[in-house]
């Protein structure tokens, strides 16, 4: 059973900063890719950034310039570093794995979610 725990969200002031870590628990073998997505209120869930077990990195609605996603292979942790916050980047942010488990096999799945107020 693979496991997915965020932490790290919160209120913050526009202009502010927030690192939001995604730790990865139980028998896996490596991390194939992980995601961050987040959901603003009304709004449909969405994919910030994303990165390879390898470190290759992505970026989605314009955000590559404030946020940075990292990887920690050894402790099987991701993480979202977000400066320059502004109030549209209020939502609850989810993180999503693909890891190996086995032969061919791979696991999916999502943690929980974490808010992240940012207010004017």
């Known amino acids: 059973q693979v496991r997915l725990v965020e932490s790290g969200g919160g209120w913050v002031q526009a202009g502010g900063s927030l690192r939001l870590s995604c730790a990865a628990s139980g028998m896996f073998f490596s991390i194939n890719s992980m995601d961050w997505y987040r959901r603003a209120p009304g709004k449909q869930r969405e994919l910030v950034a994303s990165i390879t077990g390898h470190g290759i990195t992505d970026y989605f609605h314009g955000v590559e310039d404030r946020f940075t996603i990292s990887i920690d292979n050894a402790k099987k942790t991701m993480f979202l570093q977000m400066n320059s916050l502004k109030p549209e980047d209020t939502g609850v942010y989810s993180c999503?794995?693909?890891?190996?488990?086995?032969?061919?096999?791979?696991?999916?799945?999502w943690g929980q979610g974490i808010q992240v107020i940012v207010s004017s």
């Open positions: 999503a794995a693909d890891v190996a488990v086995g032969p061919e096999t791979t696991w999916n799945g």
